[in-house]
């Protein structure tokens, strides 16, 4: 079994800053490229940003300058910090795992989207 879990969600007033976690565990072979996004009440969930495994990033534009994705290899865990928050930034924050698993004899690799069950954010004008 595969557990991603979102943490550090919460309030904060505009201008102020949050940092979300996420944990994948279980029986894991690798994971590959780790995502952030958000979905508000009524919109469609969005891509923030992404990191690959060695590192290399991407930005949606409109996080760029504020958001850092960062991750440690060894505990299977990405970082977001957020600063300088907005009223629109507002919105559960999901985070997506590209994981590879094994079968019952660790012959095979099977790499699948993993999803946690997100932690919400909100921000106060």
């Known amino acids: 079994q595969v557990r991603v879990v979102e943490s550090g969600g919460g309030l904060v007033r505009a201008g102020g800053s949050l940092r979300l976690s996420c944990a994948v565990s279980?029986?894991?072979?690798?994971?590959?490229?780790m995502a952030w996004y958000r979905q508000a009440p009524g919109k469609q969930r969005e891509w923030v940003v992404e990191i690959t495994e060695g590192g290399s990033t991407n930005y949606a534009d409109s996080v760029k300058g504020r958001f850092t994705i960062s991750r440690d290899n060894s505990r299977n865990m990405v970082f977001l910090q957020m600063n300088s928050l907005k009223p629109e930034d507002a919105a559960r924050y999901y985070c997506?795992?590209?994981?590879?698993?094994?079968?019952?004899?660790?012959?095979?690799?099977?790499?699948?989207?993993?999803w946690g069950q997100g932690t919400q954010v909100t921000v106060s004008s």
């Open positions: 997506n795992a590209r994981i590879v698993t094994m079968d019952h004899s660790w012959s095979r690799p099977s790499e699948n989207d993993y």
């Open positions: 279980g029986s894991i072979a690798a994971v590959n490229t």
